[in-house]
Structure formats: structure tokens, C-alpha cells
């Protein structure tokens, strides 16, 4: 959950989707630039054009046409319609974190529009509903959400993931089995649609769009630049727990693991860390005291066996979601992430326990990593709970999953400036593992996948993020955005 970030033939079928203006058209530059007021645009001739075309993942370069960076509705407005009157390509970026670099278009020729301007707050202390601008990132929500009654979101781990893609791909987070995805609790929200209409989408109002956006909604259908989340209290005392064991016990602790969510208290979420390291380790956050905590883990323990090492702390949410949060500081209103800006994620989710060949191939891939990486890993987290009895229809599919595995493969220190070489060995050494484990993968199953964990090396990505809701998704989409203004090479298709 921490860590929020390519094949010929699906980017060459982007391409013949839809046409990618190469030449910097004037009409798009100056129509921009026609948007007053706070609002201000960056050109490839301005000087901070190379620092503002980054992703939060260095190993892309893509070349915007320009990025946009509005500070009204309004603005949003104006500026898909430039874009849509010159056929440019629109990427919205709220936070830049994307797998496959779409914040920034995933493609050369795009307009960004970055909401970083779009950072208001505000809570209703008598519904708990948090009004959430589409520019926050998840660290200062929390730091918000605290700081205005000690309120909290089921949103992830990674502090620096902007709320916008991590809200409109699911959201599964730190008290998900708990509450729901992070889209079960948007109540509405504010979107500018691709003809620049400005719109409330919401389970009374556009409500094709509003179950369109909660599960599929990153860059396909708009621009969202204001949520309505569903807050909660969490209890006065809050778990956290780190378990530490070899990773030589693999196989055991990953059936034990599996089981264990069948059974464990919705007020429990966890994530199983696996490491070329040699080591594994559960994480734990329990709503509740820490006697309450170790009876809850009790079943986990009497299966997998006695941790070599655990620290385990009661205190506030807050202290957990900062325990949790990777930063090299411990500021959530301005975190400085502790992971690699080079790294290549991938994701799988299991309807239940791996089987044995899943199981050896990790072993045998995190045993032998090869030269140039700094790290590699498997988050594996736990789903189940209220995951699966959402409060409402929407187009996030993935009811019933028992475990969701996110494979992550780094090269490079959190410091690492951009412009360092690509580590071929690390990225082909990624793709291998995930072969293997597509191909491992049970039997009369169909493959699944996080949409937020988007790869493009997935084959028939589209239905192992969407499964039954694509053709609902395209028909939304064939009549919101019939020129498939907002397009990259895996947004939802028009047919």
C-alpha cells in the first residue's frame, strides 16, 4: 500500500486509438494563456518545464505539450476545452504517482492539468463528511483530518500519493476492512467533464459518472477537483505492530496469512512485507488497545509460529499512520518519502490462498535478485472485511479478495536525482517474476488485478482491473467523451 508509482503491442494499439498531436499547436498555447487569474501555465520554453514533466517515477521522460496548473473549476473548464478543441491528449495530475508515468500522459503531446492548487479542506463535525480539494496528498489530508476533531479516511499508507487517482482506483487502505475502499466513501464529488461541463456526481445526481469514477475513474472520464469523504473517529487507543520472521518460513507464513483474513476482526488491517533481504514482516494496525490487539493476532501467531522479533506500541491513529507512512521525517503535512524514485510495481489479487507453485516462484525470485537493485519486495495485504460488502454499486470489482499482492523492484536511493540510467537487468528480472506468477496463477481463475498498480505488461489489463463493469464503463464513456479527449494507453476504451 506504501508505495503508489512497457509492451510494443498494447502501446501501439494507445496510438491507433487516438492521435497524439506531435506539433506544439499555438491555438491550445494561447488559449491557455487567454485563462487569467491565479491560474499559470508551463511551456517547454519555460525554465522549471523539466522539473514540472516529472512523475514521482523517475524512469519516465515523457514530454508534455505543457502543464496547466488551474486554481478554479472555472479554469478547469477552459482548459479541456482548449485541449479538446486542438486534440491534445489531457492527463490530470493530483499527486504524479501513476505506475506507468499517466500522470504526465504516459505518452509525449499531452496537456497536464495539475490540481496542486486545489488543496482546501474542510470537515461537517455533524455528518463527518470531509470536503477533500483534488490537489491534496494523502500525508497533509491525514495531518487535516487530525487536526480538525482527530478524524481519519480508509485511504493508504504512501503520504505523498495525491487523493485523486489513490480515491478514483479504489483505495484500499490502513482501516479498509474496516470502513471500505477509499471510493465506498465518497459521497459526491465535483467534476469537470471532457466538455468542460462543471458537475456534482453523486448517487442522486450524474450517477452513471458517479459509479464510473469510484473504481475507474483516474484520467478516463474528467477532471474531479473536490471530494466528499465519509470521515470516521477512531477509538482513543490504536495498535501498531511490526512481526519480524525469516524468509525461509515463506510458505508457511503465506497459508497462514490467507487463513488468518478469514477470521480476523474487521478492526484489523495488515500487510505481509517479503524481502530479497531475506527477511518478512507483518504490519499491523488494530483499532483498539494493545491487550485487545494480541488476542486478535493470537490465531495469525498459533499458525505461522513465534516472531523472532515484534515491536508492538499503543498510542493514537495518528501515531500509527505516521509509523507507517516510510518517510525519511515524521511531518505528514510535509513528508519526504522514503523510497526509490526509480522503481517498476506490478500488482495481482488472489480470490484465495496462493498454491504451492505461486509460492516457490516468489522464494525463488527474492532469493536471487539480480545486480543494480537496491530493492525489491512483495506487499502483500490483507483484504477481505468490509472490502466486500460495499455500501453501494460502483465500478471498483474486487469483492471477495483474500489477499492483494503488490510486486515492487527499485534501483536507485530515495535521493537519487533523475536522468540515472535505466537498470535493464532490474526491469527484465521484474518482468520474468511476474510471468511466472501469471502463469502460476490458479487454474479457472480469471487473472485480477489493482487498477491504482496499473502495468502495461499485463495482458487483458482492462478486464483484470474492470472485469464485468467494462462494458458499462465504455458505453459511460462513449457518451461523456466520444473524442476520447482523456486518453492514455490504458484508459477506458470507447468499444
Not at 92 to 98: D, E, L
Not at 153 to 173: K, S
Not at 222 to 242: C, D, H, I
Not at 259 to 280: I, R, V, Y
Amino acid at each position: 500500500m506504501h508505495f503508489q508509482w512497457t509492451s510494443l503491442a498494447l502501446v501501439a494499439a494507445a496510438a491507433l486509438q487516438a492521435t497524439t498531436t506531435q506539433a506544439l499547436p499555438a491555438n491550445m498555447i494561447s488559449c491557455l494563456q487567454a485563462i487569467k487569474g491565479k491560474s499559470y501555465l508551463i511551456t517547454p520554453s519555460s525554465s522549471n518545464y523539466t522539473q514540472e514533466s516529472l512523475t514521482e517515477n523517475y524512469i519516465f521522460n515523457y514530454k508534455p505539450q505543457a502543464i496547466f496548473h488551474p486554481a478554479t473549476n472555472n479554469d478547469v473548464s477552459a482548459a479541456i476545452k482548449c485541449a479538446a478543441t486542438a486534440n491534445v491528449a489531457i492527463a490530470p495530475r493530483s499527486g504524479g504517482h501513476s505506475f506507468e508515468g499517466y500522470s504526465a500522459g504516459g505518452q509525449d503531446g499531452s496537456l497536464i492539468i495539475d490540481l496542486s492548487q486545489f488543496s482546501q479542506f474542510s470537515i461537517d463535525k455533524s455528518s463527518n463528511i470531509a470536503t477533500i480539494g483534488g490537489g491534496n496528498r494523502l500525508g497533509p489530508t491525514y495531518a487535516k483530518l487530525w487536526a480538525n476533531g482527530q478524524y481519519l479516511i480508509p485511504a493508504g499508507t504512501c503520504p505523498t500519493v495525491g487523493i485523486g487517482g489513490h480515491a478514483l482506483g479504489g483505495g484500499v487502505g490502513m482501516t479498509s476492512r474496516k470502513f471500505g475502499v477509499l471510493s465506498d466513501n465518497i459521497v459526491s464529488m465535483t467534476v469537470v467533464d471532457p466538455s468542460g461541463a462543471i458537475k456534482t456526481a453523486s448517487a442522486t445526481e450524474n450517477t452513471d459518472l458517479y459509479w464510473a469514477l469510484r473504481g475507474a475513474g483516474g484520467g478516463s472520464f474528467g477532471v474531479v477537483t473536490e471530494f466528499r469523504v465519509q470521515a470516521y473517529k477512531p477509538p482513543s487507543k490504536v495498535t501498531s505492530m511490526t512481526l519480524d520472521y525469516p524468509l525461509s518460513q515463506y510458505s508457511a507464513m503465506l497459508d497462514a496469512y490467507a487463513a488468518f483474513g478469514a477470521t480476523a476482526t474487521d478492526d484489523l488491517m495488515a500487510e505481509l512485507n517479503l524481502d530479497s533481504g531475506g527477511s518478512m514482516q507483518v504490519q499491523i494496525v488494530y483499532l483498539g488497545s494493545k491487550a485487545d490487539a494480541n488476542k486478535a493476532i493470537a490465531p495469525l501467531l498459533k499458525a505461522a509460529g513465534k516472531p523472532k522479533d515484534s515491536d508492538i506500541r499503543e498510542g493514537k491513529w495518528i501515531d500509527a499512520a505516521i509509523r507507517f507512512a516510510w518517510m525519511q521525517n515524521k511531518d505528514l503535512s510535509n513528508p519526504k518519502p522514503g523510497d526509490s524514485n526509480y522503481a517498476k510495481g506490478r500488482s495481482l489479487v488472489y480470490r484465495q490462498a496462493l498454491n504451492k507453485k505461486e509460492k516457490d516462484t516468489i522464494y525463488k525470485y527474492l532469493t536471487a535478485p539480480p545486480k543494480g537493485i537496491s530493492a525489491a519486495y512483495l506487499i502483500v495485504d490483507l483484504w477481505g472485511g468490509k472490502i466486500n460488502s460495499p455500501s453501494s454499486d460502483s465500478a471498483f470489482i474486487h469483492q471477495g479478495v483474500v489477499i492483494g499482492i503488490e510486486f515492487v523492484t527499485e534501483w536507485g536511493d530515495a535521493g537519487t536525482k533523475p536522468g540515472k540510467k535505466a537498470c535493464g537487468p532490474c526491469q527484465t528480472w521484474s518482468l520474468n517474476f511476474y510471468k511466472e506468477m501469471l502463469a502460476a496463477y490458479t487454474k479457472g481463475q480469471s487473472i485480477e488485478a489493482y487498477q491504482n498498480y496499473i502495468d502495461i505488461d499485463l495482458p487483458n489489463s482492462m478486464n483484470a482491473y474492470y472485469g464485468n463493469a467494462l462494458p458499462r464503463l465504455k458505453t459511460i464513456k462513449k457518451a461523456i467523451d466520444p473524442n476520447n479527449v482523456f486518453r492514455f494507453p490504458q484508459s477506458i476504451p470507447l468499444n
